[in-house]
């Protein structure tokens, strides 16, 4: 098989982050020897972002597929582990003016059997995912995965979210799907035809929505996340890991 170099759009205090999670684990474990060294294994990982295999990862590392499954379910479980709660998610949110609430559903392979993970509004396969994000679009807080057939709605009460910003009387901006969720998350007005100040309420409330957006773009920047190949068990683990590697960097 021939293998040649690419390249990976992420930064290499990244990779260095991840090499140090991994070194950490491997003096607590004791672990002696293995086929890859530390920054290799980050590196590996690092490489899965783009989308590869698990069989093309294996052969242009020169392992196993077997062994290079594990290495990248053993590397993200280890930042996964620190990526923030809600509950510590809220003391960075205190010191914010705001914040600004968005979901997303990541794409998944599953059949039409599938109904659970069937979303009607985005028309595929997927997990619900809401964030949190600052006046400026960076990352603060990523919920669990829950089937996409789940409504953002139904996702933000699940976890808690709007007892939590109305226990510290947070502002948040939303989106017209969360309307009636409560009265902290602020909401467009519905209709199409809105004339007056209720449409340039709608047109303010867009452009600070909208910074929002740049957090969910950084998450799916993360090219594996556009299109999920592993158990739907697995994508709250990626998604924490990636929160907690931006968070860190």
Same mark, same amino acid.
């Not at 070194?23 to 002696?32: E, K, L, Q």
């Not at 294996?58 to 597929?65: E, K, L, M, T």
């Not at 053993?74 to 809600?86: K, N």
């Not at 997990?127 to 669990?144: C, F, H, K, T």
């Given at each position: 098989?021939?293998?040649?170099?690419?390249?990976?759009?992420?930064?290499?205090?990244?990779?260095?982050?991840?090499?140090?999670?991994?070194?950490?684990?491997?003096?607590?474990?004791?672990?002696?020897?293995?086929?890859?060294?530390?920054?290799?294994?980050?590196?590996?990982?690092?490489?899965?972002?783009?989308?590869?295999?698990?069989?093309?990862?294996?052969?242009?590392?020169?392992?196993?597929?077997?062994?290079?499954?594990?290495?990248?379910?053993?590397?993200?479980?280890?930042?996964?582990?620190?990526?923030?709660?809600?509950?510590?998610?809220?003391?960075?949110?205190?010191?914010?003016?705001?914040?600004?609430?968005?979901?997303?559903?990541?794409?998944? #392979?599953?059949?039409?059997?599938?109904?659970?993970?069937?979303?009607?509004?985005?028309?595929?396969?997927?997990?619900?995912?809401?964030?949190?994000?600052?006046?400026?679009?960076?990352?603060?807080?990523?919920?669990?995965?829950?089937?996409?057939?789940?409504? #953002?709605?139904?996702?933000?009460?699940?976890?808690?979210?709007?007892?939590?910003?109305?226990?510290?009387?947070?502002?948040?901006?939303?989106?017209?799907?969360?309307?009636?969720?409560?009265?902290?998350?602020?909401?467009?007005?519905?209709?199409?035809?809105?004339?007056?100040?209720?449409?340039?309420?709608?047109?303010?409330?867009?452009?600070?929505?909208?910074?929002?957006?740049?957090?969910?773009?950084?998450?799916?920047?993360?090219?594996?996340?556009?299109?999920?190949?592993?158990?739907?068990?697995?994508?709250?683990?990626?998604?924490?890991?990636?929160?907690?590697?931006?968070?860190?960097?």
């Amino acid at each position: 098989m021939l293998v040649y170099p690419s390249g990976i759009d992420l930064s290499s205090r990244t990779l260095r982050h991840l090499s140090g999670f991994l070194a950490g684990h491997r003096r607590r474990m004791g672990s002696r020897w293995r086929r890859l060294t530390c920054g290799r294994q980050a590196m590996l990982v690092l490489a899965q972002r783009c989308g590869d295999t698990y069989a093309r990862l294996a052969a242009g590392f020169r392992i196993g597929i077997v062994t290079a499954y594990r290495y990248i379910r053993e590397a993200v479980d280890l930042p996964a582990a620190l990526a923030p709660t809600l509950e510590q998610a809220m003391t960075t949110v205190r010191m914010k003016a705001y914040v600004i609430l968005d979901g997303t559903v990541l794409s998944i #392979d599953r059949i039409a059997a599938d109904r659970p993970y069937y979303s009607v509004k985005k028309k595929y396969h997927g997990m619900n995912v809401q964030v949190l994000a600052d006046p400026a679009g960076r990352l603060i807080w990523a919920s669990d995965a829950l089937p996409g057939a789940t409504r #953002d709605l139904t996702a933000v009460r699940v976890h808690g979210i709007p007892a939590a910003l109305a226990a510290d009387d947070i502002k948040c901006w939303a989106g017209k799907a969360y309307q009636g969720a409560d009265p902290a998350i602020l909401c467009p007005d519905r209709g199409e035809h809105l004339r007056g100040w209720r449409r340039r309420h709608n047109r303010d409330h867009a452009k600070i929505r909208s910074l929002g957006e740049r957090a969910m773009a950084i998450l799916k920047s993360w090219r594996f996340l556009r299109k999920h190949r592993c158990s739907t068990t697995r994508i709250t683990a990626v998604v924490r890991a990636v929160l907690a590697l931006e968070l860190a960097t």
